[in-house]
């Protein structure tokens, strides 16, 4: 039974906000200490005892704060969007961008804040972010999109933040610098409620439901072309926000719209529905606990860190939420080939769980 490599990244960013006060916290947390074993062998064996998920009762001290920016406009100052800037070569450059579309880029390394263009207009709330590495740029593309596609006025909701000038990756006397270029939106008024990216990393495929109808659409957009296509007719990618590809699996993980369970597919043929090939319960939880928001980070060497938000509910309506916290899960896929393992094929070891129970802060985005 083998692994996939070493393990590439430490730390999990966690950004938490303070209440309503419009102040936000960035949090490096430890995987290798808090979610995960020594080797594969402590975590199998502390699986076959009943442990409950220890409650985390601090974060780690926060690295930097951040500030929503005041605007003429209601809200248009709050920060909607934390991602990663060129998250295969490291996990320390962190983007922030507010509804208004104001941006700046931190480097948790250095310590240090970086001023970065605009974009041309806002993306709304939590909008879509996905890195692209495109052959001979010197750094990754983000596309960051609205998921709310028909704004209604004329705005790009589709946007992408390149390393460069327009053109080439080296600007006049071989300078380079950061700069955003609008893109043609999907071709559907919809919600994004999935996506991911096929097409041996440089397609974006999304899926929406439109209103009032409620049909299911599925589009690809291909990056080097700039075009979007229409992958599917009347079906849905299967999963809940988005997927991410393992090339070491040559298959698609997520959480399934359905069991909000962890599962893996078959995205290399875009003509059809997707195969679900694999399915895990990554954690056990009891009937009142109601997840939100699920997240999937690759940490490299085959491991990953599960991020899910929860509220503990007494009854049907909102107002009958009693708590809220969030639980982190480290696991590991190994693959056996059958030699005296009786789960031949892929399998999911569980490493360690914590709890972080919120009180006057809400864990917001895991990066």
Request: a negative charge; hydrophobic letters at 40%; one cysteine or more.
């Amino acid at each position: 039974m083998g692994g996939m490599g070493r393990m590439i990244r430490r730390f999990v960013n966690m950004v938490a906000e303070r209440g309503s006060s419009g102040m936000y916290t960035l949090h490096r947390l430890d995987v290798w200490k808090h979610l995960f074993y020594p080797s594969r062998a402590a975590a199998e064996a502390a699986n076959k005892t009943n442990v409950k998920v220890p409650i985390l009762p601090w974060l780690p001290a926060p690295v930097m704060r951040f500030e929503s920016s005041p605007t003429a406009f209601w809200d248009a100052g709050r920060l909607e969007m934390f991602a990663l800037v060129s998250p295969r070569s490291g996990d320390d450059r962190i983007l922030c961008c507010n509804t208004a579309g104001h941006t700046m880029l931190y480097h948790a390394d250095s310590n240090c804040i970086q001023a970065m263009p605009d974009l041309n207009c806002g993306k709304g709330f939590m909008p879509m972010a996905i890195s692209i590495a495109r052959p001979g740029a010197l750094e990754e593309d983000l596309y960051v999109m609205n998921t709310a596609t028909n704004l209604g006025d004329g705005s790009s909701c589709f946007e992408v933040l390149k390393f460069g000038s327009p053109g080439s990756d080296l600007g006049p006397m071989g300078l380079s610098g950061w700069r955003w270029d609008p893109l043609p939106p999907p071709p559907i008024a919809a919600n994004i409620c999935s996506h991911t990216v096929v097409g041996g990393g440089s397609t974006i495929c999304v899926s929406a439901v439109t209103s009032p109808s409620s049909s299911a659409v599925t589009f690809c957009f291909d990056t080097m072309k700039g075009e979007w296509t229409q992958a599917g007719d009347g079906w849905v990618l299967p999963f809940d926000g988005a997927a991410e590809y393992v090339p070491d699996l040559k298959l698609w993980m997520g959480f399934s719209t359905d069991s909000q369970q962890l599962c893996a597919w078959d995205l290399s043929v875009m003509d059809k529905p997707p195969t679900l090939q694999h399915s895990w319960m990554d954690l056990k939880t009891p009937e009142e606990w109601s997840a939100s928001r699920l997240s999937l980070l690759n940490l490299g060497g085959g491991r990953f860190c599960i991020a899910k938000t929860f509220r503990v509910m007494s009854g049907t309506w909102a107002d009958s939420v009693e708590d809220k916290f969030a639980v982190l899960t480290g696991i590991e896929m190994v693959t056996s080939r059958g030699d005296n393992d009786p789960e031949e094929g892929l399998k999911m070891v569980r490493h360690k769980s914590i709890r972080y129970m919120f009180t006057n802060e809400m864990i917001r985005w895991v990066l």
